[in-house]
């Protein structure tokens, strides 16, 4: 470490009164020791990664930092503050100040050293030395690590399972194996907190006696946990601001999902959790489509990349995923809206110049316009986010002017799928070119936004918008001739794909399809809503009423989500019967299938209609044909209560194996299931 700090570097009376001047105090000693370049540049990009999350920690540190390319060597420079200075941590002021400037293509052996340090930050005698130093050639000295021990670096220790201390011993002495973690750290940056939730998990287990071992994603490479790690441990932690590579590894396992800064600052608890979920027996929701989006190990080889099919599906879903609450909000103040003021209120006036206080008009009217500038936003951030999903930031400005430019020419929700999908690719096609060392650090915030964004204008207004807004109306055309069998038939559908996972993929496929008709609602949209909408609502309430009428069917914990799943299904909240099906699939999916597809052709049926895209029962006013879609409710619930009940039975049936089942595991022995 002795390139990256030195005695000019340390300030030991930073008398700073704000983050902002800490920072410019500390970035003026590396501009005169010729490691920053451009010092308002610099700040500018300390300040663009404050902006991203807080850099105070608990006990009193502050670490900001960040990748610039004005930065031409890695360097620290450290400040002590008498009066403390505010950098967002939970218990206050930080009188410890790490200014940390990595190159925009900082070479590993150096950000290795610089998550060292992250990790150091951790000990509290270190921190302790800190402060008493007097001397700033004697705390450069210390921070350098030239006063360690020979004990194993740290960062070894951190990923290492942790086998080899007292309370571990203390636990195989004792003939049980001790309880095993298996976690994984990452942040925006990948410079600090990465690290220092690695150490501060590891030191929280050492301390209870947990065998805790950390896979951390930061920039100091990559190196993936050993299957058999993973496939031993009893539990996993995700302390995370960016998305966990290679989800999928983890599936089946009890997961306790937090942000990075949760890592550092409460590590004790999250284990605690992790164990409560363990004794629960509860396990991770990870799909295998959660595995493809960023592959390859320590070398960046991406050899394990899912199959096309799964990586498309998750960029999909990652729009939708984004969608879906602006539809919530802006469809709901639609809806109420309506509920107030009748369908006429979408012609009113611009309540900016037309508002009386006392009207129930003009309150009608301020809801659907607030609800409509919500819904303006909805193929823009489907096709941002869809973007996003393939190539990260860089796709964010392409996808949302892809996403405009659909609107403007008339290609609605298909469209912005399209130009989603269009600006992933160009993003990721630019990302291959080689560029000059000079150039990386303004890729990203300014060529690749510029470049895309003209190329998938250019394709969207010239060669694809017009074709694709043809197929849009086409589609609009046959949804409204929809009717008698036809109808019947995409409401079986739609119903089948709402319960078969849930809040999954087909589900938000079926709901985003739902969705994309209100964007310019017509009859036939409007009933594929409803459909939607009651199907969705029939999986819990069938749960519900299942653990209601045959409660010996179903466990203690079964009955007690039975109870919780009344609202959700209510509420339109088809996620609340995953407990069941997660316990048994082979019985309740399809059960609950047989009921979503009754539900949806009956609704479809009666011509029930929604404007509203959630809500649940709630909304029931807003229906066409309330009654009847009630009753499309109600007659899926039921078949799907009666044919859970009846294969649940028929399990029952077998009194003597589910005895001998039970009596293999009434010595105490642990049993696991991989879901």
Request: proline share 5%.
């Amino acid at each position: 470490m002795s390139e990256l700090i030195t005695a000019e570097l340390v300030d030991l009376d930073l008398s700073a009164a704000t983050k902002d001047a800490a920072a410019r105090s500390l970035a003026e000693r590396m501009v005169a020791a010729h490691r920053v370049t451009d010092l308002d540049g610099f700040l500018a990009d300390v300040a663009a990664r404050e902006a991203q999350m807080p850099t105070g920690l608990d006990g009193g540190i502050g670490i900001p930092h960040c990748r610039s390319e004005h930065v031409n060597a890695p360097t620290l420079a450290f400040g002590r503050s008498a009066a403390g200075i505010d950098f967002g941590a939970a218990d206050g002021p930080a009188d410890l100040i790490f200014l940390i400037a990595a190159p925009a293509g900082a070479d590993d052996d150096h950000l290795t050293i610089l998550s060292g340090l992250a990790r150091r930050l951790m000990d509290p005698e270190f921190t302790a030395a800190l402060r008493a130093g007097t001397d700033p050639a004697a705390v450069a000295a210390l921070v350098r690590g030239e006063e360690a021990t020979e004990e194993p670096a740290e960062e070894e220790r951190a990923e290492q399972p942790q086998d080899t201390e007292p309370e571990a011993e203390a636990a195989e002495g004792a003939g049980s194996a001790p309880f095993r973690i298996v976690a994984v750290t990452s942040c925006p940056t990948g410079i600090a907190h990465t690290y220092m939730a690695a150490e501060s998990l590891a030191a929280a287990g050492r301390a209870e006696g947990v065998e805790v071992t950390v896979e951390t994603q930061g920039s100091a490479g990559f190196k993936k946990l050993d299957p058999g790690v993973i496939a031993a441990a009893d539990a996993v932690i995700w302390a995370h601001d960016v998305e966990v590579r290679e989800k999928a590894r983890f599936r089946g396992k009890p997961l306790v999902d937090v942000g990075v800064k949760a890592g550092i600052n409460r590590p004790a608890e999250l284990i605690a959790e992790a164990r409560r979920k363990a004794e629960r027996g509860e396990v991770a929701a990870v799909s295998e489509a959660d595995g493809g989006k960023d592959s390859g190990g320590e070398d960046g080889s991406g050899a394990d990349h899912a199959h096309f099919g799964v990586r498309l599906r998750t960029y999909l879903m990652s729009g939708v995923s984004y969608m879906v609450p602006f539809v919530a909000a802006g469809g709901l103040l639609i809806a109420l809206s309506f509920a107030i003021g009748g369908y006429e209120i979408a012609s009113a006036k611009s309540v900016a110049d037309h508002f009386v206080w006392g009207e129930a008009d003009s309150w009608a009217a301020l809801l659907n316009q607030i609800g409509s500038a919500a819904f303006a936003f909805l193929v823009p951030v489907l096709a941002g986010y869809i973007a996003y999903g393939m190539a990260d930031r860089p796709a964010l400005v392409p996808g949302f002017v892809g996403g405009s430019i659909a609107l403007t020419v008339n290609a609605g929700f298909l469209g912005g799928l399209v130009a989603g999908l269009l600006a992933g690719a160009v993003v990721m096609a630019i990302q291959r070119v080689p560029v000059h060392a000079t150039l990386r650090g303004i890729m990203p915030v300014l060529v690749i936004p510029l470049i895309a964004s003209a190329v998938v204008g250019f394709l969207m207004f010239i060669v694809v918008g017009k074709p694709i807004a043809s197929l849009q109306n086409a589609l609009t055309d046959w949804l409204n001739g929809l009717s008698g069998s036809n109808a019947v038939i995409l409401g079986v559908v739609l119903g089948l794909m709402m319960c078969f996972d849930m809040g999954g993929p087909l589900n938000k496929v079926a709901y985003a399809f739902a969705v994309g008709g209100l964007a310019d609602p017509t009859d036939g949209s409007l009933k594929v809503m409803a459909a939607v909408m009651a199907a969705g609502m029939v999986p819990p309430l069938a749960m519900a009423l299942a653990t209601t009428v045959r409660k010996k069917l179903f466990t203690k914990t079964e009955r007690e989500n039975g109870r919780a799943a009344w609202v959700l299904g209510a509420s339109f909240i088809t996620e609340g019967a995953i407990p069941f099906a997660a316990a048994d699939p082979l019985r309740v999916i399809p059960s609950v299938m047989a009921g979503g597809a009754v539900t949806g052709a009956l609704s479809m049926a009666f011509g029930a209609t929604l404007r509203a895209p959630h809500g649940g029962v709630f909304v029931v006013p807003l229906i066409g044909e309330p009654f009847l879609y009630l009753l499309a409710i109600a007659a899926g619930t039921l078949v799907a209560t009666a044919l859970v009940v009846l294969l649940k039975g028929a399990r029952r049936a077998a009194p003597d194996a589910a005895g001998e089942a039970g009596a293999a595991g009434s010595d105490g022995s642990r049993v696991t299931v991989v879901a």
